[in-house]
């Protein structure tokens, strides 16, 4: 049995449609239209194949919006795919991929991630492993719940299809893994998030994935179009950048995608394409009682049934 035998040019076509469908509509909605870098990796590097990134900086009501296509193969899968899954140590790997993280300028406007990927583990004489992976998950800076509530039920609507059980499964594994450990507190209200999943077969498993990704639109769009106009100043601001900084904390020391590129040797521009444009750290700070900032810490960073 080869890679073939999953339809491995169906899933990165629909990937890469994915990616200009988002794309379009975010260029549209800034004014600004993304540029495209497309990219290859050198021969004798470690990852073979390419993709491309599409990117806005500084855009009209984006500061940074970035969504990656990347399309790579090794000899080797990087230990942080293999972390969970010892058996498939030393296997080599095709890895297809688009991942998106949105900053607006505007803090009344939430940050955002989406990811949907595919991962094939080869090995010669046996049988290829595929799973898909991914999810969404939601940032906010200040927090409506009318907002969590539309995010929320937009993901399940989206799992539903696929069994019951999805939903409450795929929130609390978000919940649980987009967690800052040693901040003993959540990144943002989550969302959904899976991984190593191949339930029912790669044509179930693949449908799943692709109702995800087409539920991405539906779930953020409403939410900034409803917040861009929201007035802000200085002090919403400085608190956007202050949150911000969790968010680097969070992709460098515990983000999968993050370290499956950098140690796989990946590409560094694309990867890190996920940070904040400008964010900040403050020795102990604390928000003063009463006040939005503090709502979003307990009305919020707490897990909540939002849908």
Not at 82 to 97: D, E, H, N
Request: net charge negative; hydrophobic share 35%; aromatic share 14%.
């Amino acid at each position: 049995m080869t890679d073939s035998t999953y339809d491995v040019e169906r899933v990165r076509a629909y990937l890469q449609g994915l990616q200009t469908r988002i794309a379009d509509a975010l260029g549209a909605f800034d004014g600004t239209p993304l540029a495209t870098d497309a990219w290859r990796r050198a021969p004798d590097e470690r990852l073979r194949g390419g993709g491309c990134t599409r990117i806005l900086e500084d855009g009209r009501f984006f500061e940074r919006a970035g969504i990656g296509f990347s399309d790579v193969a090794g000899d080797t899968l990087p230990p942080s795919a293999s972390a969970a899954r010892p058996q498939l140590a030393g296997r080599g790997f095709t890895a297809l991929g688009v991942s998106l993280v949105l900053h607006p300028r505007n803090p009344y406007c939430p940050t955002v991630h989406m990811n949907v990927r595919m991962l094939i583990a080869t090995k010669d004489g046996e049988e290829p492993i595929f799973w898909f992976g991914g999810g969404m998950d939601l940032t906010p800076i200040y927090g409506f719940d009318d907002d969590a509530r539309h995010f929320h039920s937009t993901c399940k609507g989206a799992l539903d299809p696929f069994g019951a059980d999805l939903y409450p499964r795929f929130k609390q594994w978000c919940d649980e893994y987009f967690f800052l450990k040693h901040r003993n507190e959540a990144r943002g209200i989550g969302g959904i998030f899976f991984d190593d999943y191949a339930e029912g077969g790669f044509e179930r498993a693949f449908e799943m994935m692709q109702s995800v990704g087409d539920a991405f639109l539906a779930a953020y769009m409403p939410i900034v179009e409803r917040r861009r106009d929201t007035p802000y100043g200085e002090r919403e601001r400085a608190f956007q950048a202050y949150r911000r900084g969790r968010y680097v904390e969070f992709n460098l020391v515990f983000d999968r995608g993050t370290l499956f590129g950098l140690q796989s040797g990946g590409r560094t521009e694309s990867i890190l394409m996920s940070m904040p444009p400008a964010a900040q750290w403050r020795y102990n700070w604390q928000p003063e009682p009463g006040t939005p900032e503090a709502r979003l810490y307990s009305d919020f960073l707490v897990p909540r049934d939002w849908a």
